[in-house]
């Protein structure tokens, strides 16, 4: 993985010693907290419902087996010992106190880590396929370019003051596990006659007004890339609304001026741009791609998983739901669950972090990456460690079963932790998967997407969620509005809203009332509930949600 | 017609330590709701808001929360201003820790 250079510790050395004369200067007076605030959000520093959260990134989601320790430490030195895992690959601290968050900040520099642009009206930290450089699907490693995307927008002085914030996700496989088209910017790596280059999708992205990107290239070629980024951005630049800050992403631009028109300025900007790009670029990729060379894969017989899986049930069932298919021989990808049946989805203690460190040094060739699904991967295990690695995980409440199924929830901090929420999410979550744990029915219904946010921000990512609920506030309390038949995958879809929403009391067993209908709808084990409901449509599911037909027009 | 005015108690967050704080009748600050003054009179809620305000150096964002008075000191009516009196609901690691 990326090592940063000189150039980088010095540069992060000199922004950090800025922000550490920013903080005592807030502390003694000398700043008000009106110019201090950009300044904190800059470094991402928000001030919360409870304490102060620190935003820090995890480049594409990629984490050695130091930097994790370096968590883990921080969240012992500095927090509560813990830290959550986010949508965006990021690790958020609930609890820093203000005047230490510039040791905090140091800290993370040891291990080429930062907080910068984890906020704010800025290219956000690139977000990529949770399984680049091991899956089996892979065309290329995203990560490489996702690092270059990462260094060309880094305090880039033209995108420091967007319109809005400005998220760019990218895969490098056939099946987007990246959700590209909730992006502003969604690249998925492409092959043309033995070429490599991108697909662009442009306005993509979740929140108040949810929109699915539109391709603006379905094939650009890799060299020019940074300059067609530049397009998109200035494009956007140019002509983003700053009237209304709701409508100041790039997806209103497009659903404003459709996208031919769009495109037709991108390539504009394009033609412009294009000759101030001598080739630097691509010198630069070709060094970052270096550092992201893959492991020395070992060749080796697979025969103790295999009669792990055979002798061990709960082995078993973990293997069938958190491994997926590598690409070298004898190798498996871990999806390391962290939502252990009742646990806050993502977080992770420091313990834990720290025995992740140790099984990614053991048995995973140093490699480490956080899911926009809130889980932590172990990218490359030979199958032949999976037994002694699984048993390590479930010494340490990391063996949960339940990748993918109804309690692999995602779900944003909520009212729990965060100021802009209008309804907690994490107990939600939490009632859900215990719920389904106490029915023994999870492994039946098989494959279903619950996400739950807790404003209309969409942290959570309720809207792409098979099953998507959104937390509201009605007239002082807890409301929930559930919608169905999103999709975050390559049939990217936005969600319906079925109907009135619940209390919060009673909005467990809704969701319990809409998975038992789909057992009984289901034509098939194999049918899963997105498809019963691309199906069946809304009616059944509504039927379920309300017994009662006074129901609906509360 | 104006609306009635209804009880509050004037809270921010702590500058150094994002605690939510509750601005007491003798012009301390408290962690605990409990111990805040309850203000039941217009003119004298902005009086106590301007006070606040003044204090940039101590605290950060200072507002008026609506309470309902009730036998333990004040009771917040809404939800947020209760969670942000008890700290987050998921496991007791927050204010609740304590209680």
């Not at chain 1, 983003?240 to 009237?243: A, E, I, K, P, V």
């Not at chain 1, 990391?398 to 309690?407: D, F, H, Y």
């Given at each position: 993985m990326y090592r940063y250079s000189e150039f980088d510790r010095a540069f992060l050395a000199e922004r950090n010693r800025q922000f550490r004369a920013q903080v005592a200067r807030r502390i003694d007076g000398s700043l008000t907290e009106d110019e201090f605030k950009p300044l904190r959000l800059m470094n991402g520093l928000y001030l919360q419902l409870h304490a102060y959260m620190l935003r820090v990134a995890i480049p594409y989601g990629t984490l050695n087996p130091s930097q994790m320790r370096k968590l883990a430490e921080i969240a012992d030195r500095w927090d509560k010992g813990y830290g959550h895992f986010t949508t965006r690959q990021n690790i958020q601290y609930n609890w820093p106190r203000l005047n230490e968050v510039p040791d905090i900040l140091d800290a993370l520099a040891e291990v080429g880590l930062h907080a910068i642009q984890?906020?704010?009206n800025t290219i956000r930290n690139v977000t990529a396929d949770?399984?680049?450089?091991?899956?089996?699907?892979?065309?290329?490693?995203?990560r490489p370019v996702a690092e270059l995307i990462r260094q060309w927008s880094t305090d880039h002085p033209e995108y420091q003051f967007l319109g809005r914030k400005f998220k760019i996700g990218i895969t490098g496989?056939?099946?987007?596990?990246?959700?590209?088209?909730?992006?502003?910017i969604g690249l998925r790596i492409v092959e043309r006659d033995g070429a490599q280059g991108f697909e662009v999708v442009v306005g993509g992205g979740l929140g108040r007004t949810p929109m699915i990107g539109s391709t603006l290239r379905d094939f650009l070629p890799r060299a020019d890339l940074l300059p067609y980024l530049e397009a998109v951005l200035t494009t956007y630049n140019l002509l983003?609304?700053?009237?209304n800050k709701f409508k100041a992403r790039i997806k209103i631009l497009l659903h404003e001026h459709g996208v031919d028109k769009i495109r037709a300025l991108v390539e504009e900007q394009f033609l412009r741009l294009?000759?101030?790009?001598?080739?630097v670029d691509q010198q630069r990729l070709a060094e970052i791609e270096t550092f992201f060379a893959p492991p020395a894969f070992r060749d080796a017989p697979s025969s103790a998983f295999d009669d792990a899986r055979a002798a061990d049930p709960v082995f078993r069932a973990w293997a069938d739901t958190n491994l997926s298919a590598h690409r070298a021989p004898g190798y498996a990808i871990v999806t390391v669950s962290l939502?252990?049946?009742g646990a806050t989805p993502g977080d992770a203690s420091s313990d834990q972090m720290r025995l992740l460190a140790d099984l990614a040094e053991r048995y995973g060739h140093h490699e480490l990456r956080i899911s926009h699904e809130q889980n932590v991967i172990?990218?490359?295990?030979?199958k032949s460690d999976l037994p002694a690695l699984h048993a390590a995980l479930r010494n340490a409440g990391?063996?949960?079963?339940?990748?993918?199924?109804?309690?692999d929830i995602i779900a944003c901090p909520g009212m729990d932790y965060c100021?802009?929420?209008?309804?907690?999410s994490i107990p939600v979550a939490q009632q859900i998967a215990t719920r389904f744990e106490e029915l023994k029915l999870e492994h039946d219904v098989g494959p279903l997407k619950i996400k739950i946010s807790?404003?209309?921000?969409a942290c959570g990512h309720h809207h792409v969620g098979h099953i998507g609920i959104l937390g509201l506030d009605r007239a002082g309390v807890e409301n929930y509005q559930i919608t169905l038949g999103?999709?975050?995958?390559?049939d990217a879809a936005i969600g319906t809203r079925a109907g009135p929403g619940f209390s919060a009391d009673d909005i467990v067993g809704a969701v319990e009332r809409l998975v038992l209908a789909y057992l009984d709808l289901?034509?098939?084990?194999?049918?899963?509930f997105l498809h019963t409901f691309r199906r069946l449509g809304m009616a059944p599911f509504r039927a379920a949600l309300y017994p009662r037909t006074s129901d609906m027009a509360a | 017609m104006p609306r009635p005015f209804t009880p509050k108690v004037v809270t921010a967050s702590a500058l150094i330590e994002g605690d939510v704080i509750y601005l007491t009748a003798d012009d301390t600050w408290s962690?605990?709701?409990?111990?805040a003054e309850i203000i039941t009179d217009e003119a004298h809620a902005q009086l106590r808001l301007l006070h606040a305000e003044r204090q940039a150096n101590e605290l950060v964002g200072a507002y008026l929360a609506d309470v309902a008075p009730g036998a333990g000191g004040p009771q917040p009516t809404h939800f947020r201003e209760d969670f942000r009196r008890r700290g987050p609901s998921n496991y007791p690691h927050g204010k609740q820790e304590a209680v």
């Open positions: 984890t906020s704010g949770h399984f680049a450089g091991a899956a089996a699907d892979e065309i290329a490693d995203p496989a056939t099946h987007d596990r990246a959700v590209i088209r909730a992006h502003d983003g609304r700053r009237d294009r000759g101030d790009f001598s080739g939502k252990a049946h172990l990218p490359h295990v030979h990391l063996g949960t079963a339940n990748i993918g199924l109804i309690s100021a802009l929420a209008t309804a907690r807790g404003c209309i921000n999103g999709d975050a995958t390559d289901r034509e098939s084990r194999d049918e899963t | 962690r605990d709701l409990s111990r």
